[in-house]
């Protein structure tokens, strides 16, 4: 595959760089089991209007029905994901677009992007960069592998159990439910011991251990709309979580990450995401991330919606819901996660532009949810 050269991936060696000081400097799905009957899919509160990319007019009631409604429910039993069965989960696909074949209807895109090869993260992890990390569940076709990070809670300063993530990551969508049995285990084989067709140890494989999800919020456009197109420009989710003791997330990894909600696309001058790519030439065991010393481009299948960000990367089926970071006053801010790629071969992610709708379900869940 195509990858940056010369003074570009000088530049992106360069951002990667500045990315990963910045970072240290802020440390403040086994084979497919039979699936469990899907939760029936929920509705919008009455009082949603007709726009399902514009929510601006919800009130903290309508908030609250669509949580209540969506009824998020995750019965995880102690010891569930074993190191065998996480080896063997299966990628939570990127949905597929080809920014190549003729647009239809209302889509909006720049030209395809120079693809970047993903690149692992050195090992031992540093300990900012145990912020991302892999998400399992049970998806209605067999156990399923994703990506998430560690975000800043802004009630529990220094104390946050927040993670950010791709909403299909979370909820199967319009006529699906939740997917089970999730978990977040952040700064997964930071030793780099944990290696497919070898022996290794629980303690190896999940360094924080593994982190129970207690409450999730996904877009409501997620739940309603079907297929790939707008509803993938509202492709986010948040995971509250908790670990076995009093210890929070962001106080066991030794930090979070803040999101940059409504970021000015003209500030977006670079972009680094990362995340554990499960299909081939990837096995999930890795942290993975591509540097786009590019600004990214853009991709709407809506006008009335915020356009998608896409960087050129390799990265594959799994490292959907990884993080994408910029720097921000000189430390790393989430602006998106992974959510589209093309196929054979993989060049290039898009990821939602998090604007109104994504900082308003955050402040409702972050104040409300628990």
């Not at 060696?13 to 939760?39: F, K, Q, R, Y």
């Not at 993260?121 to 892999?134: D, F, I, N, S």
């Not at 076995?244 to 001058?269: C, D, H, K």
């Not at 299909?279 to 709407?300: F, I, K, N, V």
Request: include cysteine; charged fraction near 20%.
């Amino acid at each position: 595959m195509p990858s940056t050269t010369g003074r570009a991936a000088r530049r992106a060696t360069t951002a990667a760089a500045a990315l990963l000081g910045a970072l240290a400097l802020t440390v403040t799905a086994c084979g497919p089991d039979a699936a469990p009957a899907a939760d029936p899919p929920s509705a919008l509160p009455k009082a949603a209007p007709t726009s399902l990319g514009d929510l601006s007019g919800w009130k903290l009631e309508d908030w609250a029905r669509f949580t209540a409604d969506s009824a998020f429910r995750n019965d995880v039993a102690p010891g569930f994901w074993t190191t065998a069965r996480m080896e063997a989960a299966k990628a939570r696909l990127v949905q597929e677009y080809s920014l190549t074949s003729p647009a239809k209807g209302e889509v909006q895109r720049d030209a395809p992007p120079a693809a970047v090869k993903a690149a692992p993260q050195p090992h031992p992890y540093a300990p900012a960069t145990a912020v991302a990390g892999r998400i399992f569940a049970t998806a209605p076709r067999g156990d399923a592998a994703c990506s998430g990070t560690v975000v800043s809670d802004p009630l529990n300063p220094g104390r946050s159990n927040l993670v950010y993530t791709a909403a299909h990551c979370l909820h199967e969508g319009k006529g699906g439910g939740w997917l089970r049995n999730l978990v977040f285990v952040p700064g997964f084989n930071r030793d780099g011991q944990a290696a497919r067709g070898k022996p290794y140890t629980d303690q190896q494989a999940a360094p924080y251990g593994r982190w129970t999800a207690v409450r999730a919020l996904v877009s409501p456009t997620w739940l309603q709309e079907g297929g790939v197109g707008a509803h993938d420009q509202y492709d986010y989710g948040i995971v509250r979580v908790r670990g076995e003791g009093a210890t929070s997330l962001e106080e066991a990894v030794g930090g979070s990450v803040p999101v940059w909600f409504n970021a000015p696309r003209e500030q977006i001058t670079s972009a680094a995401a990362y995340g554990f790519p499960v299909e081939r030439p990837y096995d999930g065991q890795e942290l993975q991330h591509c540097d786009s010393a590019a600004a990214p481009g853009r991709l709407s299948f809506d006008r009335t919606r915020p356009p998608m960000y896409v960087i050129g990367c390799t990265m594959t089926g799994g490292a959907g819901g990884g993080g994408w970071f910029v720097t921000r006053d000189g430390k790393p801010n989430l602006v998106s996660v992974t959510s589209l790629g093309n196929r054979n071969p993989f060049e290039y992610l898009a990821g939602p532009s998090l604007q109104d709708q994504a900082k308003q379900a955050f402040d409702y869940f972050t104040k409300n949810v628990r």
